[in-house]
């Protein structure tokens, strides 16, 4: 289907009952369902006032990521709750990227050793918990204690807070770089960075090839920065309002 | 802690950003919410300064998060542009782009 025109002037972001709604000229944005667009930030709002501000002759809703992370919130699409969502999460543990290491080629067996290895130590000391990593075809095996851990730890969070933790783990396809995220231990390029540590690899051997492998880099970047942001902005007391944020 | 580098490098990072974002708009970019907020809090935290605060590291990480986000989105919407803005081609495109032309067959397949 082709792409909608900008069919607005103004962005605008206004205070109502459910909280900061976005105003398209006259007309209050909405949720796919239909839904009245109501986010419990301010600043982030704001976020979402500039994605849509930033559209120039046609929506590329594939742009906005913030958009689109608020609505999932607000839909909930896939009708899950919160300990559904945080299952889903700590499940990732099992597969995450940084715990599954190969033992061929050798250079890249040791560029996972030096660039994982530090993020995963970080990871069993701020939660104090064992982890491992293996070259095993099932993965790692994850103890009880240690999911029981981040299952616990998640549970702190909200559900807006908690969609985009989850969020991020799909992109990342690991939880210890996500929640390395989420605790500021990285950077947003540096989380990514270490994701697609094999690609940089094979990269770094053969050549980029801008199409796929830019094309690639920035959606991961961009997805995983909107998801990382939304999680502190959905976190944050002070700027939060409580009652808006159903568990 | 991450390595984010000098705050005041992030913050102009993140103003240059909003003036490629708010082109079209009709405003000047300064006078956005986004500009505006973004000033407001730095101002508020003196995140230019080099002292350690914890809130100050916080807003510090989600400004350089959000300097990402922007630049990101832009660097991707300019790669979607020039790789996969045009459509489908013909088959005759696809046939050119591997050097080939497809043959004259005037009375169809057959």
């Given at each position: 289907?082709?792409?909608?025109?900008?069919?607005?002037?103004?962005?605008?972001?206004?205070?109502?009952?459910?909280?900061?709604?976005?105003?398209?000229?006259?007309?209050?944005?909405?949720?796919?369902?239909?839904?009245?667009?109501?986010?419990?930030?301010?600043?982030?709002?704001?976020?979402?006032?500039?994605?849509?501000?930033?559209?120039?002759?046609?929506?590329?809703?594939?742009?906005?990521?913030?958009?689109?992370?608020c609505n999932t919130a607000l839909d909930n699409?896939?009708?899950?709750?919160?300990?559904?969502?945080?299952?889903?999460?700590?499940?990732?543990?099992?597969?995450?990227?940084?715990?599954?290491?190969?033992?061929?080629p050798a250079a890249l067996a040791e560029l996972q050793k030096n660039e994982w290895d530090p993020v995963v130590a970080w990871a069993e000391k701020r939660y104090n918990v064992a982890i491992g990593s293996s070259t095993s075809i099932l993965g790692p095996n994850i103890p009880a204690s240690t999911k029981e851990t981040f299952v616990s730890h998640l549970a702190s969070y909200n559900m807006w807070a908690l969609q985009g933790i989850e969020?991020?783990?799909?992109?990342?396809?690991?939880?210890?770089?996500?929640?390395?995220?989420?605790?500021?231990?990285?950077?947003?390029?540096?989380?990514?960075?270490?994701?697609?540590?094999?690609?940089?690899?094979?990269?770094?051997?053969?050549g980029s090839v801008e199409w796929a492998h830019d094309y690639d880099l920035c959606e991961l970047c961009a997805r995983t920065a909107a998801g990382t942001l939304f999680v502190h902005l959905c976190s944050e007391s002070s700027t939060v309002k409580h009652k808006l944020l159903q568990d | 802690m991450a390595a984010l580098g000098p705050p005041l490098r992030t913050l102009r990072g993140l103003l240059r950003e909003l003036r490629h974002?708010?082109?079209?708009?009709?405003?000047?970019?300064?006078?956005?919410?986004a500009y505006q907020h973004i000033v407001a809090a730095f101002r508020a935290h003196?995140?230019?300064?080099?002292?350690?605060?914890?809130?100050?590291?916080?807003?510090?990480?989600?400004?350089?998060?959000?300097?990402?986000?922007l630049r990101s989105v832009r660097r991707h919407a300019a790669l979607h542009q020039e790789y996969h803005g045009r459509g489908e081609r013909s088959p005759e495109e696809v046939a050119g782009l591997v050097g080939f032309r497809l043959p004259q067959q005037p009375g169809g397949k057959g």
């Open positions: 289907p082709p792409e909608r025109k900008r069919f607005y002037q103004n962005v605008s972001i206004s205070q109502g009952e459910g909280g900061f709604e976005i105003n398209l000229d006259h007309r209050k944005l909405k949720t796919p369902q239909a839904k009245l667009f109501a986010v419990p930030s301010e600043a982030l709002a704001i976020a979402v006032a500039t994605e849509w501000d930033s559209q120039k002759d046609t929506i590329k809703a594939y742009t906005m990521h913030l958009t689109t992370l699409p896939t009708q899950r709750n919160k300990m559904q969502l945080i299952r889903a999460a700590v499940k990732f543990l099992e597969t995450d990227t940084v715990c599954y290491r190969v033992e061929e969020y991020v783990i799909t992109q990342l396809k690991s939880l210890i770089l996500s929640m390395g995220l989420i605790d500021r231990h990285i950077t947003v390029e540096k989380a990514v960075l270490l994701s697609r540590l094999e690609e940089e690899y094979q990269i770094q051997r053969w | 974002a708010s082109d079209r708009a009709g405003r000047p970019y300064r006078e956005t919410p003196r995140v230019t300064s080099e002292k350690l605060c914890r809130a100050r590291q916080e807003l510090h990480f989600q400004a350089a998060t959000y300097l990402c986000l």
